[in-house]
């Protein structure tokens, strides 16, 4: 299904965060069916592992992983500094995050701390790390990060996660101008809805919360994306022959954004005892995402 030659990639090294699930799963095996070398980093190594297999049968190519925690800085450097032993990595996907529907008022500080975290900082992280690299070697780069189109607009209900991918668009910008220069472009995607297991379980905890911000039939296009659609804008970035296209953001989300039902909004119609159903909901995701571990 791709417009791409297979080989297209021959010879990139690339590292996609959270690449063990969901998205970054997805967006691995593109990059790995396209010639590229891919490594994938999470926390849970039974996943991760898992995840190398599919993303090698599906794509015919290669994949390694490494397990870190994107929060922790020293980490994140450490895994950049074994990464760089087998070669310099070519381009970063920031895809790690972290995300779920509250009240804002309900929200603790840990909470916060750590979507804030996964996301903001552990994209921050990993794009310094890989920066400072390809800098001192005067060698060129690309990173691209995921993002939503709340970036633009905002969404109620979602405000940790709003906050930081927002944070990540600015740093695209702000980089794209400071490290332009030196050969390192800055992109990034703001897919709308393409269904995975675990996001899906924080987003539509239950039958009360989903709203048009994750409804098919209030998307344009009146579908949900489709995971090639969204690889081949991934490959696309990647590309040596894509290398004026810095400091955007590009969303693919059939023009979801551009309709009002694209936020979480409508959830302020939920009783107390919806929320209640939710969080229990939440809760045994989390275990049952911990116990994957």
């Known amino acids: 299904m791709s417009p791409f030659r297979s080989d297209v990639l021959k010879g990139k090294r690339i590292l996609v965060t959270g690449g063990g699930t969901g998205l970054g799963k997805e967006m691995s095996v593109g990059f790995a069916a396209h010639g590229a070398h891919v490594a994938i980093c999470g926390r849970r190594e039974q996943v991760l592992a898992d995840a190398c297999a599919e993303i090698a049968r599906r794509s015919g190519g290669t994949a390694e992983y490494r397990v870190v925690n994107i929060r922790d800085a020293e980490a994140v450097d450490a895994m950049l500094a074994d990464l760089w032993q087998g070669g310099p990595l070519t381009g970063l996907v920031n895809n790690a995050g972290a995300n779920f529907i509250a009240p804002t008022e309900s929200i603790s500080h840990r909470a916060y701390d750590a979507v804030r975290a996964t996301v903001m900082d552990g994209s921050f992280y990993a794009t310094l790390g890989c920066g400072k690299r390809w800098i001192a070697g005067g060698t060129k780069g690309t990173v691209v990060s995921n993002l939503v189109t709340w970036v633009w607009s905002g969404s109620a209900y979602v405000v940790p996660c709003a906050m930081a991918k927002t944070a990540v ?29 675990n996001a899906w379980e924080k987003l539509n905890p239950i039958p009360g919360s989903s709203v048009g911000a994750t409804q098919p039939d209030k998307v344009p296009l009146r579908r949900y994306g489709e995971m090639d659609e969204l690889r081949t804008i991934l490959v696309f970035l990647m590309l040596d022959e894509c290398s004026y296209v810095n400091g955007a953001t590009i969303p693919i989300d059939g023009g979801h954004r551009l309709t009002a039902p694209s936020t979480f909004a409508e959830l302020s119609d939920m009783s107390a005892e919806d929320w209640a159903a939710a969080r229990e909901t939440l809760r045994k995701s989390a275990e049952k995402e911990r116990q994957g571990r």
């Open 169 to 197: 668009h600015a740093m695209t910008m702000s980089l794209a101008a400071e490290w332009g220069p030196k050969g390192i472009r800055l992109n990034a995607v703001a897919p709308g809805p393409f269904p995975t297991e």
